[in-house]
């Protein structure tokens, strides 16, 4: 079993739309979570970490379940900018060590 | 400018032939780290450092090597490259170890092996 599990996409959704994504991670001692954005090959760049009792930066909401163990990520209003592949990333019981998804890809259209 | 900057960015090579793909921060980080990402399995730990002198393997260690022998910089080596080594690699680096905080990444090195 994967210790992290995404949806691969693609999501396409129109300009404006509310899209979630989740992810399931495997190991129920991860402490730390995070969502990462990715471009086209390009390299990961944080977009934010994921807390115990969840979090919002402008437009994105992220949230941990502990007890189903998943992460969510919510975009809402979504731009044309906001396309990319997204990253789930969950650390293991030994916190040097770090699991990535393989990414929900996510086109916004017009 | 804070960064993580990786050498070589292209690399084609042969089987056997040794290389070397050099990692350098500025940001005084002690936490460094190397991954390779594959289409459909995402980017995968391969060896990770705490601090100078003190690294560890990740998930996929086996056909590499590393060293830190000091705070700035963590190449990573391939003693004997093979085709299943061809891949996209990342270094990043992390205030701290702990797990807990972000990881800045390089821009990558593409590897093709023939």
């Known amino acids: 079993r994967k210790e992290v599990e995404q949806d691969p996409g693609p999501f396409n959704v129109p300009e404006g739309a509310t899209v979630a994504f989740n992810c399931t991670y495997s190991n129920s001692a991860s402490q730390s979570f995070f969502w990462y954005r990715q471009d086209c090959r390009k390299e990961p760049k944080l977009l934010m970490s994921?807390?115990?009792s969840g979090n919002e930066d402008g437009r994105f909401t992220a949230q941990l379940n502990r007890a189903s163990q998943y992460i969510s990520l919510l975009i809402r209003d979504s731009k044309l900018s906001d396309s990319a592949t997204y990253l789930c990333v969950v650390n293991g019981d030994n916190f040097n060590k770090f699991y990535f998804g393989s990414g929900t890809k996510l086109n916004v259209k017009p | 400018e804070a960064q993580v900057t990786q050498n070589p960015r292209y690399l084609i090579t042969v089987t056997g032939k040794k290389l070397t793909v050099t990692c350098s921060q500025n940001m005084n980080h002690e936490y460094m780290s190397w991954y390779r990402q594959d289409p459909g399995l995402g980017l995968r730990q391969i060896y990770y450092s705490m601090n100078v002198e003190v690294t560890d393997k990740g998930d996929v260690p086996e056909g590499y090597k590393v060293s830190r022998k000091e705070k700035r910089n963590f190449p990573l080596i391939l003693e004997s490259p093979s085709p299943n080594q061809t891949s996209l690699y990342f270094c990043?680096?992390?205030?701290?170890?702990?797990?807990?905080?972000?990881?800045?990444f390089g821009p990558g090195t593409r590897l093709t092996v023939t």
């Open positions: 994921v807390y115990s």
């Open positions: 990043a680096s992390s205030v701290s170890q702990g797990g807990g905080y972000e990881q800045y």
